[in-house]
């Protein structure tokens, strides 16, 4: 069963802020679509990172735990069926928008799910610093890349995003 949506959850408001810029949702659907990596679980990395806190392997397996069957059982087969409608030879325009529609929702499930887990979690302590944000979040991404068989980041990745920490720390 799904958990209940949490009424403000900072992990999803990161989320919309981060994914809305043209050149991150690219860089994120292309690890999605040519390595397979889990857009929310990437996105995770970035905020735990943006709040100064690093994740270590066991953080990266339990966070993939928390989120596998709601993920594999609906976000997945939502997923699939979106792109069967968006590839169709058959218009299907209002169906793919309600399927669309329906996809973020889960999408929104997952990230609580994650969120009700990593807050509820004893986590390392907050960095003030900006670049040494940077570095965490960076740490981040490169371990669960390597979990996924992504190939590395470059310095210069536009998932690695400087944010003010006081608005997405909450």
Known sequence: MAAPKRPDNPFWEFSLAHYSRR???????????????????LLFCCWTGSRGEKLN???IHNAQRVIAEWDKQVVQRLRQLRRYLKDSAFSAGQIEKSVRELELSAER????MLADWWLGEPSANALTCD???????????????????AP???NQSPLLWPLNRPHFSA
């Open 109 to 112: 499930v997952v990230q609580d």
């Open 23 to 41: 050149e991150v949702a690219e860089a994120c659907l292309h690890l999605q679509d040519a390595y397979g990596v889990n857009i929310n679980l």
């Open 131 to 149: 670049q040494e944000i940077l570095g965490v979040q960076k740490a981040n991404l490169e371990l669960f890349l390597s979990q996924a068989g």
């Open 57 to 59: 392997k066991t953080q």
């Open 152 to 154: 590395s980041l470059v």
